[in-house]
């Protein structure tokens, strides 16, 4: 590549231009600039050729089109190496662009303020930046282009240090980053879009995936420490973050790739309930929850569910804490987090007294599933995915599979355990009573020992407590250790070819069998 001598800068983000771009003149390269920029430019003292003065034609359209012009994107891609292009250029007089420096309108952070109008929206869809990264990107060979301020102190150094060029190495880097630019840009535009027309109604779902995400931090490692880790978050759609990547770190260690997906059980768990209610969780299993009247009450029972599996454990609670929440969660033993909606003053100052525990707010708890969201699954080559697991069918619609009929308190505790399932491994068994749970049976190949160990869990609590099963019960043999354990009333949804023998099992010992129509696995 020659030396760079001319550069086009038309920047939206303007954050530490002006050194930049004096640098550039340093070197003696022509600057050619737009509408904000060169005004900028102008009033550092630095001399600047208008766009309109380099293309002979103006500005129009409100600044909707500037830089979309033959002489812009020819100077850009004129191939250095090619004669026919070098010899086409002279006769048309086309003067080669050396350097793109350009950034794109801000449309994330506009779609994020809240009560935007379509109309200001629409504005922020930069269509001349993009062009202009796409046409320097592409011509990478001949061009440079540098797409974030970020990038600025590298490419001035290097382009000081050799005498006004940039290496291949460099400008195909720049490139690279720059086609990310443009992909992350307009898949954002494509999420917001298709979030503010709504949830669609086509059902076999859209013919291209479109994903767009930022990194927000690369973590020490993944699962284990031979794996890389990093964090990524979703655009900011409708206002904050939503879910954990809204979170804000009061106290403690760094965050690890397993806290991340234990906070985000733990918060997902708490949200669904709107009693006071406390989560604790351990590789993404609850190991106990439980709503009271008080959130103090909620993390003692949830952690009293299991306490042992609870050692090293992550809380998620769905109201505010207070001293006395705080002092039951610091008296609970060995925590990694805590997870909720704030913290008053003196919670916080009990909780931070414990100096490895990571402590973390979500001030728009609301949101953590407020977004119409679909769930991913990796796989070899590919992607699975599918809806949010919703439960669609309320207690009313369930069926009375036996004569004996719950009672109100029985039909309460059934529909605690059977939102708890929707959150634990399948083949999922959850033991609740008084809206607590006192025996979980998670991540079984087969759903007898995923019972077997609930009641094991739940001991002499079993008796007179109820019991849900997020999947059919493909044989009798479950409920019978449920019945002879005690267990009053048995919520599942039915199903299996099995069910007359199943139902036949708790019709013998008067217990109420309750079908809900609707199964919840969670792989």
């Given amino acids: ?68 012009h033959p002489k812009v994107h020819g100077g850009i891609l004129i191939s250095r190496a090619n004669r026919r292009h070098l010899a086409e250029a002279k006769r048309l007089g086309l003067e080669p662009i050396d350097l793109v420096v350009v950034n794109l309108y801000p449309f994330e952070e506009t779609a994020a303020r809240p009560g935007v109008s379509w109309a200001k929206l629409i504005e922020q869809i930069d269509i001349g930046g993009v062009a202009l990264m796409r046409s320097a990107a592409k011509n990478f060979s001949s061009v440079g282009v540098v797409t974030a301020s970020s990038q600025y102190q590298e490419v001035l150094r290097e382009l000081n240090q050799r005498g006004g060029q940039l290496t291949h190495a460099t400008r195909m880097r720049l490139a690279v980053e720059a086609f990310s630019q443009c992909a992350y840009y307009d898949a954002v535009i494509h999420q917001v879009l298709a979030h503010r027309q709504g949830p669609s109604r086509r059902s076999d779902g859209p013919s291209l995936l479109v994903l767009a995400a930022r990194k927000r931090q690369t973590l020490r490692y993944g699962e284990n420490p031979h794996q890389p880790g990093f964090w990524y978050e979703w655009p900011r759609l409708t206002g904050g973050a939503l879910g954990i990547s809204g979170a804000r770190q009061l106290h403690g260690k760094e965050l690890s790739f397993n806290n991340l997906l234990d906070l985000d059980a733990a918060l997902s768990m708490a949200s669904g309930f709107s009693k006071p209610t406390a989560a604790v969780v351990k590789h993404a299993n609850p190991c106990g929850i439980a709503s009271a009247a008080a959130l103090s009450r909620a993390v003692a029972r949830a952690f009293a569910t299991d306490p042992v599996s609870a050692f090293g454990g992550i809380v998620g609670v769905n109201r505010r804490v207070d001293p006395a929440a705080a002092r039951a969660i610091a008296g609970s033993g060995f925590l990694e987090c805590v997870v909720a909606p704030g913290f008053k003053p003196e919670a916080l100052r009990i ?118 099963s997020d999947g059919f019960f493909p044989k009798p043999d479950g409920p019978r250790l449920a019945v002879r354990a005690g267990i009053a009333a048995i919520a599942q949804p039915g199903g299996s070819i099995q069910d007359p023998a199943v139902i036949q099992a708790a019709q013998r010992a008067r217990v109420p069998m309750l079908m809900t129509g609707e199964r919840h696995f969670r792989h």
Wanted: glycine content about 10%.
């Fill in 351 to 468: 909780l931070t007294v414990k100096k490895n525990l990571r402590v973390l707010e979500v001030p728009g708890w609301g949101k953590a599933r407020g977004r119409n969201c679909v769930d991913f699954k990796p796989i070899g080559g590919g992607l699975l995915v599918q809806g949010p697991d919703r439960i669609l069918k309320p207690p009313s619609r369930w069926r009375a599979a036996t004569s004996a009929k719950p009672t109100a308190s029985q039909m309460r505790d059934l529909l605690f355990a059977w939102r708890v399932s929707q959150h634990v491994r399948s083949n999922a068994i959850v033991v609740v009573k008084d809206e607590a749970t006192v025996g979980i049976g998670a991540g079984q190949p087969s759903r007898v020992d995923s019972v077997r160990i609930a009641l094991k869990k739940a001991g002499r609590r079993a008796r007179g407590a109820v019991l849900a």
């Fill in 1 to 68: 590549m020659k030396r760079i001598r001319r550069a086009l800068v038309s920047v939206s983000d303007k954050e530490n231009l002006i050194p930049f771009v004096q640098g550039l003149r340093r070197l003696g390269v022509q600057i050619i600039s737009t509408g904000g920029t060169a005004k900028l430019l102008k009033d550092a003292g630095i001399p600047v050729k208008a766009i309109a003065e380099f293309t002979g034609f103006p500005e129009i359209l409100t600044g909707r089109v500037k830089t979309l």
